[in-house]
């Protein structure tokens, strides 16, 4: 007997999150200087110019980020602002 449509769907998913969680468990960060700003609105050019939901064509719009979101380029490095110590008046 076979499984029905949402079963078969519901083992999909599990068998997709249980490849993910062994495959992505050994992952670390290796790239410095991370433009995660430019990279968003690059994904974002991507996405306007991809045929509308609804039509034959259409992409998926998910984007998944892997980051401690720690945006570095020359003109703007966050890690070297982060370490300033500030001192406010008492």
């Not at 449509?5 to 050994?26: D, H, I, Q």
């Not at 410095?32 to 700003?37: L, N, V, W, Y």
């Not at 998944?64 to 490095?77: A, G, L, R, Y």
């Amino acid at each position: 007997m076979s499984d029905s449509p949402a079963r078969s769907l519901s083992r999909a998913r599990r068998e997709l999150a249980s490849n993910f969680e062994m495959k992505s468990s050994g992952m670390a960060p290796v790239a410095s200087g991370t433009d995660i700003f430019g990279g968003l609105w690059h994904i974002k050019a991507i996405f306007e110019s991809s045929p509308s939901a609804g039509t034959s064509h259409a992409v998926s719009k998910t984007i998944w980020i892997f980051s401690d979101m720690m945006n570095e380029t020359k003109t703007f490095p966050m890690p070297a602002m982060t370490n300033l110590k500030i001192l406010l008046p008492i």
